[in-house]
C-alpha cells in the first residue's frame, strides 16, 4: 500500500521569501503524485500533479513540484511567497485506483 | 463549469442517531470518492463509487455507507452516531477516463456529533 510523509508539521516564512514544502512517499510503482492546498473550513485544492513525463511540474499560484524517483520525494517550491499562500498543504500519492492517501500535511504561516 | 457540490455544509446529530451527506460531482464526471478528515487521523479514504458501483473502500466500519445514482450524484450515510465520527467530510469527483486520477474536492460538510 502506498504512504506519504510530511516531515514538517508547521512552517513559517516571511513574505517575499521562497517556500519549499517536503513529501516523501512509498510506493512500489510509479505513483500519481498531488499536491492539495487547504484554507480553513474549506475543501482542497489541486496545486499541481505529476504523472508521467517532465519531472519538473508547474501550477497554479506560482507553485512548482519536483519529483525525484531516486529519493522517492515529491517537494512542493515557490520562489516568493504571499500572505495569501498561508494555509495547510496536503501532498497525496495514487496507485491509479481513484484511492488517495495523504500525508498530515504541512501548515504554512507568512509573517508580515 | 460547476464544481464539486456538498450539502448540507454543517449538520449537529446526537449519538446514536443516523445521518445522510450529499455530493453532486462536476458535470461529466462519473467517479466520486468520500474521506473522512479528522485532526487526529488526518484525511482518510471511504469509499469510491463508479457506474453506481463501490470500487474501492477504506478501512470503516460497516456503519458508513454510501451509493451514487444513475446521474452520479453521492450519497454517505453515517448508522449509529459516535462522537468520533465528528469530521468534515469530503467528497471528490473524478472523470476517471484514461488514467486520469485527478480528484477535484467539494467544500466539506463538518459533522459534529454531540
Known amino acids: 500500500a502506498q504512504s506519504v510523509t510530511q516531515p514538517d508539521i508547521h512552517i513559517t516564512v516571511s513574505e517575499g521569501a521562497s517556500l519549499e514544502l517536503r513529501c516523501n512517499y512509498s510506493?512500489?510503482?510509479?505513483?500519481?503524485l498531488f499536491w492539495y492546498v487547504q484554507s480553513p473550513g474549506q475543501g482542497l485544492q489541486l496545486l499541481l500533479k505529476?504523472?508521467?513525463?517532465?519531472?519538473l511540474v508547474q501550477g497554479i499560484k506560482g507553485f512548482e513540484a519536483e519529483f525525484k524517483r531516486s529519493q522517492s520525494s515529491f517537494n512542493l517550491r515557490k520562489p516568493s511567497v504571499h500572505w495569501s499562500d498561508a494555509a495547510e498543504y496536503f501532498c497525496?500519492?495514487?496507485?491509479?485506483?481513484?484511492?488517495?492517501?495523504f500525508g498530515a500535511g504541512t501548515t504554512v504561516t507568512v509573517r508580515a | 463549469k460547476a464544481g464539486v457540490t456538498q450539502t448540507p455544509r454543517y449538520l449537529i446529530k446526537t449519538r446514536g442517531q443516523q445521518v445522510t451527506l450529499s455530493c453532486s460531482p462536476i458535470?461529466?464526471?462519473?467517479?466520486v470518492s468520500w474521506y473522512q478528515q479528522t485532526p487526529g487521523q488526518g484525511l482518510q479514504f471511504l469509499f469510491e463509487?463508479?457506474?453506481?458501483?463501490?470500487?474501492n473502500k477504506g478501512n470503516f466500519p460497516g456503519r458508513f455507507s454510501g451509493r451514487q445514482f444513475s446521474n452520479s450524484r453521492s450519497e454517505m450515510n453515517v448508522s449509529t452516531l459516535e462522537l468520533g465520527d465528528s469530521a468534515l467530510y469530503l467528497c471528490?469527483?473524478?472523470?476517471?477516463?484514461?488514467?486520469?486520477?485527478?480528484?477535484?474536492f467539494g467544500q466539506g460538510t463538518r459533522l459534529t456529533v454531540v
Open positions: 471528490a469527483s473524478s472523470l476517471r477516463q484514461g488514467g486520469d486520477t485527478e480528484a477535484f
Open positions: 510506493y512500489g510503482a510509479t505513483p500519481y
Open positions: 505529476y504523472f508521467s513525463g517532465d519531472t
Open positions: 497525496a500519492v495514487g496507485a491509479g485506483d481513484y484511492k488517495l492517501s
Open positions: 458535470s461529466g464526471h462519473r467517479s
Open positions: 463509487y463508479f457506474s453506481e458501483t463501490q470500487r
